[in-house]
């Protein structure tokens, strides 16, 4: 008995630092309990972000539609850099649409829904709210109107080939204080991508993955009317669904989709 009680013990003895050694812990690095870094909240919209939808284009022919009128409902600004734009691709300039072969107008709306400062959602024109966006931009001494608009001409003049789109159409324009032109209507000051405190809608109970995400949409018309070739309207609907809200972006976005729409070409094709 004796015997076969301390061979147990050293059998049990030689067991304990295998055991022992198995249930080492892990280097403190590779801990599943470590802390790992916050991802940084981005605070601009990637083109991937976008969504954009059209029924249609607009055709210009030069020698069909000039002189044209053309205007951007509610803005000066945009009006001459569209009016600027055209010129270059060959048209003459009418001062109204009554002493025009054609008359082209561009209108639109930006509408933010969602989150939890648009949960009641804001819709403001984008003509009105770009001007309002570039007053506040040369009242704080970024840039002036004039600038803006030499600058983005400048760009949007550029292209020299026929049969292509107005390219670049809002490159350079400044309306980053879109956010607080956008503030009149919603009540909403200072930046739109800050941390709220407390969320006056309440607890979230459903779909919470979305809870912070705001639909961000700008709707826009195109409309020709040409004493040839007669009336046509173009919708287009631009949308971005983030928790960014980048309203600046929103709008230069779905208006350069626009004016991609509108295809030029010098002298109408022959029906022959």
Known sequence: ??????????????????LVQAQQPEPAGASASSPTATPTKKTTLDPAD?????????????????????EFQGSPVLTQ??????????????TDAASAKAAMLLRGDIVLMGGPKFHKGVKAPIGETTEKALKLAKESGQVTTADVVQTTAGVALGVAAFNASLNNFTRGLAISDIVNALGEATGVTGRLNTALVGDPRGICLSRC????????????WVTLNSKAAGKKEVRILSRAFSETVAPDQVISFGVDKAIELIRIDQVEASTK
């Open 1 to 18: 008995m004796t015997k076969a009680f301390s061979f147990g013990l050293l059998f049990v003895a030689l067991q304990v630092p295998a």
């Open 209 to 220: 993955q979305y809870w912070n995400k705001v639909n961000q949409t700008v709707y826009l």
């Open 81 to 94: 850099r569209l009016r600027e734009a055209l010129q270059a691709k060959g048209f003459d300039l009418a």
């Open 50 to 70: 976008f969504t954009t939808r059209a029924n249609g284009q607009i055709e210009l022919v030069v020698s069909r539609d000039s002189p044209i009128y053309a």
